[in-house]
């Protein structure tokens, strides 16, 4: 079973009370259990032509009318702005464990498990450029490269290296999560990092032993800066935090 439809058997039912597919990213918000979440993606549009016969969002303008957990399930599509719709959706549906959350920064768990190792971050995140000091040896693997990253069909030669691994959450988007995850060995650290992250144990199942993604804590202002355009260091001023989940030891 792949880990998307791992994460759709553990939903909660809802319903979907606001979408927002915004320029950087797609927020949804459902109301579930008595409660009002929201739930983020990176928004993806390569594969989006606004005059396709196949559009890239399927019954745009109707959203709202359908069951959240229906909705979730476009995270299954092959239209990478209708994945990133779904994964929103699933974000915003997962059940909330504020009790488990810290605060602790994907960096520094990354700099602490790294030091005198190697470590792969599949995706280049701010932080990659004060990584490359704090640890062994680090590889990037970037689908666009920047100076110093390596291209991402490169993955195959240096994930099974790895003593630490780092993966984007918009792995679960853009479909490579699970290959990615097959490459590693089976002592190494993973974290899954970014605001796309889903913060559910079911990603510990497959191995992970850190999510670092992020929760909404002002729906008003978040949706309105999706709507606008925002990025995620807006967003961040807006009303998101930053949260680190934790596997437990075995």
């Known amino acids: 079973m792949s880990v998307i439809e791992a994460l759709l058997a553990t939903l909660p039912p809802g319903r979907v009370e606001a979408v927002c597919i915004g320029a950087f990213w797609t927020a949804v918000v459902v109301e579930t259990n008595g409660t009002r979440q929201c739930g983020l993606a990176a928004t993806h549009y390569p594969d989006a032509r606004h005059d396709s016969d196949a559009p890239a969002v399927r019954d745009a303008g109707t959203l709202l009318e359908r069951d959240a957990r229906a909705l979730a399930e476009r995270a299954r599509s092959t239209s990478l702005m209708e994945v990133?719709?779904?994964?929103?959706?699933?974000n915003a549906l997962l059940p909330k464990h504020p009790y488990a959350w810290t605060n602790v920064n994907a960096e520094e768990v990354i700099a602490r498990d790294g030091a005198g190792k190697r470590v792969v971050v599949v995706?280049?995140?701010?932080?990659?450029?004060?990584?490359?000091e704090r640890v062994g040896t680090l590889w990037v693997l970037e689908q666009q490269p920047r100076p110093g990253d390596l291209p991402s069909?490169?993955?195959a030669r240096v994930i099974p290296q790895a003593d630490v691994l780092a993966i984007s959450g918009t792995t679960l988007i853009n479909h490579t999560f699970d290959a990615l995850m097959a490459l590693r060995r089976p002592e190494t650290r993973v974290l899954v990092v970014g605001p796309s992250t889903p913060?559910?144990?079911v990603l510990f199942d497959v191995g992970v032993h850190f999510l670092s993604g992020a929760?909404?804590?002002?729906?008003e202002a978040v949706m309105r800066g999706v709507s606008q355009g925002a990025t995620f260091r807006q967003l961040?001023?807006?009303g998101v935090r930053l949260v680190t989940l934790e596997r437990m030891p075995d």
């Open 215 to 219: 929760i909404v804590e002002n729906i």
């Open 84 to 90: 990133a719709l779904g994964l929103a959706t699933i």
């Open 199 to 201: 913060l559910s144990p």
């Open 123 to 132: 995706g280049h995140f701010p932080f990659v450029s004060r990584l490359r």
């Open 153 to 155: 069909h490169q993955a």
């Open 236 to 238: 961040h001023r807006l």
